[in-house]
């Protein structure tokens, strides 16, 4: 395992968030894929290598974990410009669905394509071997899902071809796992909380309170509670309820109203999150405030989150303090915040750092995974010392 790469990937509903070996290498990739074919048209095909790799990643993936192998595909920001594009959906398992797949394996080819830690071989084909830290929502690991898509990506060789891509066009990338590491999300976050980079305990002070975590992501939202430093498996739940839905819906009260048509649920959250003309989009050239829609839309789900809050509060009395994070948590911290000072006032806590709560996830998987890998070269050089007094 010594010549394994560290790759902390979260598949999140709304975009991979993945860290690298020792935090060289990050990546942002919108989760939208789109079936192409392989030889796109490019206008200026001439200058393609002028232009920004992760705005212009086409695929080839061959895996054994696939049902749909060896298909092509537009991934990322490239993907959001066609009219057959798809994201998850409501309702849907992370781990059962081909796209949680190609986005993770994607992610890797393009760090391995990057990284002159990789050789090439005699074929033009990059061999590259991984140690994945990677999670699943707290439902789908109450029900075993997670040892399934664990299964699906040890054992296996992954290829993803780069065919019109700016730089790596006809690279070729064989992806192998040495280990696959998948954690729940809400423990996860509580490893982040309480641990940095260097694997150093912070915040001693929540170590052993009894605290809430509510993940609200694109599709589900997870509610762990921790006990004595682990999730109570007995009193974590998972709900079939993100903002995916509502994004959706503004999307398409947007495109009614206005005649604006947003290319894909990441151009909403820019609209409600960005810094400057929050709530507005362009009409005609016209700068044109779409508050009233997205006003009643996101309170109408942050009542709902709210009453899962409240309703896992209750059986958990003896909590003391709730932290939000994830994606959804960034979009809805604002109405949420507002209904809990005008009801029942719970210690809840947001991170003012927006980035910081959606990159949350990739950073405790890489906290976890980079604990497990120096465990493991401690124990085999025990080993070896061993071996030699015997």
């Known amino acids: 395992m010594t010549n394994s790469r560290i790759a902390a990937v979260d598949v999140g509903n709304d975009a991979l968030k993945a860290n690298f070996g020792k935090l060289e290498n990050e990546l942002y990739i919108p989760n939208v894929i789109a079936r192409d074919i392989e030889d796109r048209p490019v206008i200026g095909i001439e200058e393609l290598d002028e232009k920004d790799p992760l705005d212009n990643i086409h695929i080839r993936v061959h895996s054994p974990a696939l049902e749909e192998n060896n298909a092509v595909y ?42 002159s830690e990789f050789k090439t071989d005699k074929s033009n ?58 954690y729940p ?46 999730v109570d498996d007995d009193k974590a739940q998972g709900f ?36 400057n003309d929050r709530h507005h989009i362009m009409v005609k050239g016209s700068r044109t405030n779409v508050h009233d829609i997205t006003d009643r839309i996101l309170l109408e789900l942050a009542k709902k989150e ?21 994606g959804g948590s ?16 719970y210690n809840i806590e947001f991170f003012e750092d927006e980035n910081e709560s959606i990159w949350m996830m990739a950073n405790a998987y890489y906290k976890l995974i980079s604990d497990f890998m120096a465990k493991n070269t401690n124990d085999k050089k025990e080993e070896k010392v061993t071996e030699k007094t015997k």
């Open 74 to 115: 537009r991934v990322g920001n490239l993907a959001t410009k066609t009219n057959n594009s798809t994201e998850l959906d409501p309702g849907s398992s992370k781990s059962e669905e081909d796209q949680t797949i190609v986005m993770l394996i994607a992610s890797l080819a393009l760090d391995a394509v990057s990284n």
């Open 306 to 326: 709210y009453r899962y809050l409240r309703n896992v509060w209750a059986k958990n009395s003896q909590s003391e303090i709730c932290y939000f994070v994830g």
């Open 240 to 275: 079939n309820l993100g903002v995916a839905e509502s994004l959706e819906e503004i999307r398409e009260e947007i495109r009614t109203k206005h005649g604006v048509e947003l290319d894909s649920r990441r151009d909403v959250v820019d609209i409600i999150t960005r810094k």
């Open 125 to 182: 084909v990059i061999n590259a071997n991984y140690t994945l830290g990677t999670g699943l929502p707290l439902r789908e690991v109450k029900e075993g899902k997670d040892v399934g898509y664990r299964s699906q990506l040890l054992g296996s060789v992954h290829q993803v071809e780069f065919l019109i891509t700016p730089k790596y066009q006809g690279k070729k990338v064989n992806i192998k796992f040495d280990e696959v590491k998948v």
């Open 185 to 230: 999300e809400g423990f996860a976050a509580y490893v982040n909380l309480i641990m940095d980079n260097d694997r150093n305990v912070i915040n001693k002070d929540l170590i052993d309170k009894q605290i809430l975590i509510q993940d609200i992501g694109g599709l589900s939202t997870d509610i762990a509670v921790i006990r004595n430093r682990n």
């Open 330 to 345: 960034a979009v809805l911290k604002d109405y949420i915040k507002a209904l809990n000072n005008k009801l029942d006032g």
